[in-house]
């Protein structure tokens, strides 16, 4: 249970009160700041508390938006001010303060005095055309409520539920009713976690669909892939229309999309398989590319978001570019983004065969990963940016070097990306000429090494954000290379499944960061190995095994990373120190 303490004088016939417990506050009225410090004493220290000031005129949703968003100790509106129990102590300082304080004030409410005297951050939500005033006498009084009755509130809150910034086909294809299966979600009192683990059971049976085989499995499977995708359009604007956003909910909202793709991609394998086409190559293909894409754009984003002196010519024309609107839709469109994405693959899996959607995929993606990756690659030689600490940290934590990178000394002052390619070629190139042979292992000897130069001082440079993807796609690629070079059944297939947890790992590792709690812990990333020991591991395996085992080795080290990472990521995630947060970031 909330509580709101309404102070000031009250105002005969205002639906203030009515509104508050409609938001689920209990209503307390304090006639001046000494009685508001009593009863704020009164409340239990676990609750969150509000101060609004009783001639308050606005919409509900502007007070919602002030008083119940979980994700901020301290918010406020004009006439409100909230705090939650890690910021309790700030509101009573503040409060002690303004009793103790003499003298006139040009302040006359209550909750604005404290919102300016309060000794914490207090987010301020924007409200756009919703109305939050105080009003200083009836002409006043009556022309807010006058504003009030001309602005929707509901139609806002529609509005606002759908994201900022995202995809065309989620914007002009999805969201314009999306939006309204979220309120009814919502006045069913379905939660946005209810809604993501349907998204996420719609998906797995499309797979399901998908690996029958048959013609109508693979329409069942594209009909469905599209509902998954409505569902999860509709999860996040549900939380953003009742405001409901949780740690359960970050973690699930972040890792379920790639569950989803990653477990079609093998749905539509099995599929394959059972007609007589082996695409599991090009299945594992499609996850490390589309892995390695995520990467390049968290890494970049990672370096440049608090970098000072931050610009570039070519930034500069693309923002100049984003003012023409049809460039934005078109620039939008052709990194398909997961809308674009999962149309296609959807209506590709209805229409054609798994191998076309595969290669469909592929090149698709290939295409989007060099046109990001070139502009960002442009972005940064061209930018004066200087990486701060806190970056250079965070790409350290995503780069994921094990114990080997951490005993071997980095003596050679080499460029760190240059460090990095040449240790991915190196293990790359000897799977693609050696394959399973003690060359190869000597090849991922020598990516251990490189690993240790390229890591060996701070990421600050201006392209060392690609280190981590460099990473990635040494460790996926020999994976890929060598599991397909095997010519086993079952190899590829077991391959799929270590990328798929690994690249669980990896996911984890970013939406963590991306939430300001921190890389896992130092004890998960040496006991999985880190990069450069999964990737030797691998190759040894490969070496001394014969082909009927290497499947059975690879599928054993996927199901032991697996329990231990999903362990860990469980227990962080629904434990009350993970971040309350919703991604409002790039679609993916």
């Known amino acids: 249970m909330s509580t709101a303490i309404l102070t000031g004088q009250p105002v005969p016939g205002s639906p203030i009160e009515g509104d508050l417990r409609s938001l689920g506050f209990d209503v307390r009225t304090a006639a001046d700041a000494a009685e508001a410090e009593t009863l704020l004493a009164q409340v239990p220290s676990r609750e969150r508390v509000a101060v609004v000031d009783a001639r308050f005129v606005g919409h509900v949703h502007a007070l919602r938006l002030g008083l119940t968003d979980p994700r901020f100790p301290l918010a406020a509106i004009p006439g409100a001010l909230t705090a939650q129990p890690a910021a309790r102590q700030?509101?009573?300082?503040?409060?002690?303060?303004?009793?103790?304080?003499?003298?006139?004030?040009?302040?006359?409410?209550?909750?604005?005095?404290?919102?300016?005297?309060v000794d914490a951050p207090v987010h301020r939500p924007e409200l756009g055309s919703l109305v939050a005033q105080v009003p200083a006498d009836p002409q006043a009084r009556n022309e807010a409520r006058q504003a009030v009755a001309a602005v929707d509130d509901e139609a806002v809150r529609l509005k606002s539920a759908v994201k900022a910034r995202d995809g065309f086909f989620t914007t002009f294809c999805v969201s314009p009713y999306s939006r309204y299966l979220a309120r009814w979600c919502a006045r069913r009192g379905l939660t946005p976690n209810q809604v993501t683990t349907a998204s996420l059971l719609t998906a797995l049976i499309a797979a399901a669909c998908a690996a029958t085989g048959t013609r109508g499995g693979f329409v069942a499977a594209g009909v469905l892939l599209l509902l998954s995708f409505v569902l999860d359009c509709t999860d996040g604007q549900l939380a953003r229309y009742s405001l409901q956003y949780s740690t359960l909910g970050a973690w699930?909202?972040?890792?379920?999309?790639?569950?989803?793709?990653?477990?079609?991609?093998?749905?539509?394998?099995?599929?394959?398989?059972?007609?007589?086409?082996?695409?599991w190559a090009l299945a594992l293909g499609a996850m490390v590319l589309q892995t390695c894409r995520h990467v390049v754009d968290f890494s970049f984003n990672e370096a440049n978001h608090d970098a000072t002196a931050n610009t570039s010519p070519t930034a500069a024309l693309s923002d100049k570019l984003d003012s023409v609107g049809w460039t934005?839709?078109?620039?939008?469109?052709?990194?398909?983004?997961?809308?674009?994405?999962?149309?296609?693959?959807?209506v590709l899996t209805a229409l054609t065969t798994p191998r076309i959607t595969f290669y469909a995929l592929l090149i698709g993606c290939a295409f989007a990963a060099a046109y990001t990756t070139a502009g960002r690659v442009l972005r940064s030689l061209t930018r004066k940016a200087v990486r701060t600490d806190r970056a250079a940290q965070a790409l350290d934590d995503l780069a994921d070097n094990g114990p080997l990178t951490e005993l071997l000394p980095a003596r050679l002052s080499l460029n760190a990306v240059v460090a990095a390619l040449t240790g991915a070629v190196l293990v790359t190139g000897c799977a693609l000429v050696w394959g399973a042979g003690w060359q190869t292992v000597l090849g991922a000897v020598g990516y251990v090494a490189c690993?240790?130069?390229?890591?060996?001082?701070?990421?600050?440079?201006?392209?060392?954000?690609?280190?981590?993807?460099?990473?990635?796609?040494?460790?996926?690629?020999?994976?890929?290379?060598?599991?397909?070079?095997?010519?086993?059944?079952?190899?590829?297939?077991?391959?799929?499944?270590?990328?798929?947890?690994?690249?669980?790992?990896?996911?984890?590792?970013?939406?963590?960061?991306?939430?300001?709690?921190?890389?896992?812990?130092?004890?998960?990333?040496?006991?999985?190995?880190?990069?450069?020991?999964?990737?030797?591991l691998v190759t040894v395996l490969?070496?001394?095994?014969?082909?009927?085992?290497?499947p059975v080795a690879l599928t054993a080290v996927a199901v032991v990373i697996a329990l231990v990472v999903l362990v860990e990521s469980i227990r962080f995630w629904v434990s009350a120190g993970a971040p309350a947060v919703h991604d409002e970031g790039e679609p993916a």
């Open 90 to 117: 700030a509101l009573t300082r503040a409060l002690a303060r303004e009793n103790s304080a003499t003298g006139t004030t040009l302040v006359d409410s209550l909750a604005d005095r404290l919102t300016e005297a």
């Open 252 to 279: 699930l909202d972040a890792t379920f999309d790639r569950a989803k793709e990653y477990a079609y991609y093998a749905g539509l394998a099995l599929g394959a398989a059972r007609g007589g086409d082996d695409v």
């Open 328 to 346: 934005v839709w078109v620039r939008r469109m052709i990194v398909l983004p997961i809308g674009e994405r999962w149309a296609m693959i959807a």
């Open 451 to 536: 690993s240790a130069v390229a890591v060996g001082r701070p990421l600050k440079g201006a392209l060392d954000w690609l280190v981590p993807p460099v990473f990635r796609a040494a460790e996926y690629g020999t994976v890929l290379i060598l599991a397909g070079r095997a010519e086993v059944n079952g190899a590829l297939p077991a391959a799929f499944g270590l990328v798929a947890a690994v690249a669980y790992h990896h996911y984890d590792t970013v939406y963590r960061i991306r939430g300001n709690a921190g890389a896992p812990p130092a004890w998960l990333v040496r006991a999985i190995g880190g990069h450069e020991g999964r990737t030797l």
């Open 542 to 550: 490969a070496a001394v095994l014969t082909a009927s085992q290497f």
